[in-house]
């Protein structure tokens, strides 16, 4: 089976078939043959996700049925998996297998320490023995187990404050889609593990890198102004040209940019791509407000149109070398298939909201795969220069906010989009806005903020997505808009 993914194939994939690669904004392949990818997160390109997939099942069990057939459910649950290869694209089942004994898990010792994750299916009574074989291999362990699987679940609580079920988390449901989501968290700790992350700062960042390395196994990069510089001149006029039209063409209105704006910003969009080519990356970031900031900016043009290009791809493009919100990025692109937006956050305790705001816009907030939000071409708000995208996301959508502090915490927060301005005379913040109404208490959010403006946000509640991810990495995760416990009612003395 072929798991490496090369990036030209990643962008045939990536960019949707036919017709649908000229009519997307955001995607804007070059690519002339091009077909739609199932792959639900590609920001990791070096090879597939490694998953084992373990049925339990015992020949002495006689609940919930005697002689319950086994090998006919294993080919029920493969049917289940069949109707989500789209969902699955990017997992390889380098171990799938019917075990039935503690034994046959040893034998697949060696194999089990090659993979990301197992899950592990309960079909029926007395697997508790052969699940404490599987937790053996140390490995983040999902068990699913459906109504009627057994009564191993009445012990599956006090296992998972044990030590032998750290690493181990439980899925009790009827829903089968539930399978898909069940990998999520597996799928985040390859990509931390695969990725690599291109900084073009002058910043001392040894430390930081050091610990994501040892952490997770993420490298970052230090990439030379230079050879920025070198690869935007490389970049051909012909292919400049072309996506210069397709974002100007795409947009509902060019507000205050001149053509040859767009076009230094797109020649430098495709140099960052080709640059994550040529080192086998996955993330880009530029210290725009730093040390590649003078008075004028460095570089030929603003990489903001180039951060953007990279995140509809499902790479990842990260605004003034925010590693942490790079490192944020890689694992909620893990978890749920899409990129993040950078937000500097002003509070509104009158709707219980917070405003989320950057010049900066990703058109396919919804993953590469999916249709654009609409955008405007704009100059960043600051320094009335440069082209960013406005995009205005969706009214109505759930969202999740995180930042990764540090190797061991996670801070989020969820909510729910409640407005998107975009127009012209609301002027005031950045480009791209969304009004979050917070699933807790606002007030108690901006009381619990810390750790500087920058996070992440994703469409959709992925709580439970980064729990797993959180329980399996050792990381405390932390609800920042959460209320404390009311204190218990002490009745008042007679």
């Known amino acids: 089976m072929k798991n490496k993914i090369d990036r030209r194939e990643f962008i045939q994939l990536a960019a949707g078939g036919g017709a649908m690669c000229l009519a997307s904004p955001g995607i804007f392949a070059l690519a002339a043959n091009t077909r739609r990818s199932a792959l639900v997160s590609p920001g990791c390109r070096r090879s597939k996700v490694k998953v084992a997939r373990l049925y339990m099942g015992t020949s002495h069990g006689l609940w919930p049925k005697p002689n319950l057939d086994l090998e006919n459910e294993v080919r029920f649950y493969q049917s289940k998996f069949a109707g989500m290869k789209d969902e699955l694209a990017d997992v390889d089942f380098v171990v799938d297998q019917l075990v039935t004994s503690p034994a046959q898990v040893a034998q697949l010792k060696d194999k089990l320490a090659q993979v990301d994750g197992i899950l592990a299916i309960h079909f029926n009574i007395g697997i508790r023995s052969i699940l404490n074989q599987i937790l053996q291999a140390g490995k983040p362990t999902v068990v699913f187990a459906v109504p009627y699987s057994g009564h191993g679940w009445t012990a599956f609580g006090s296992m998972l404050n044990q030590p032998i079920g750290e690493k181990m988390d439980c899925m009790l449901t009827s829903d089968y889609k539930q399978l898909a989501a069940a990998i999520r968290p597996f799928r985040a700790i390859h990509h931390l593990r695969e990725a690599k992350i291109l900084n073009l700062s002058t910043r001392n960042f040894q430390s930081y890198a050091q610990s994501m390395k040892e952490k ?86 603003y990489p903001c149109l180039g951060f953007t290009r990279l995140n509809d791809l499902g790479y990842g493009g990260v605004c003034e070398s925010d590693l942490r919100c790079a490192m944020t990025h890689i694992i909620l692109q893990g978890l749920s298939g899409r990129p993040g937006f950078i937000s500097d956050p002003t509070v509104d305790e009158s709707t219980n909201s917070i405003i989320l705001a950057h010049c900066l816009g990703t058109t396919k907030m919804d993953g590469p795969n999916n249709p654009p939000d609409p955008y405007k071409l704009r100059t960043v708000m600051e320094r009335r220069e440069g082209v960013v995208p406005q995009v205005r996301m969706q009214i109505g959508r759930k969202v999740t906010q995180a930042l990764l502090v540090g190797d061991d915490t996670i801070i989020y927060f969820t909510g729910e989009i409640i407005a998107a301005p975009v127009s012209l005379a609301d002027d005031r913040g950045c480009r791209t806005k969304i009004t979050v109404k917070v699933d807790g208490d606002a007030t108690t959010l901006w009381k619990n903020w810390s750790h500087g403006l920058h996070r992440q946000t994703i469409y959709e509640d992925v709580t439970e997505d980064l729990r797993r991810f959180c329980r399996f990495t050792e990381i405390n995760l932390i609800d920042e808009a959460a209320q404390p416990p009311a204190p218990p009612d002490v009745p008042s003395p007679a």
């Open 216 to 301: 997770f196994g993420t490298e970052i990069k230090r990439i030379e102004l230079r050879r920025v510089i070198d690869a935007y001149k490389a970049v051909t006029d012909t292919d400049t040209k072309t996506l210069t039209e397709q974002w100007i063409s795409h947009a509902e209105k060019v507000v205050e940019p001149s053509t040859a704006e767009v076009r230094n910003s797109c020649r430098l969009a495709l140099a960052m791509e080709n640059l994550l080519d040529a080192e086998d990356a996955t993330v880009m970031t530029v210290d725009c407000y730093g040390t590649m900031w003078d008075r004028t900016i460095k570089l030929p043009a």
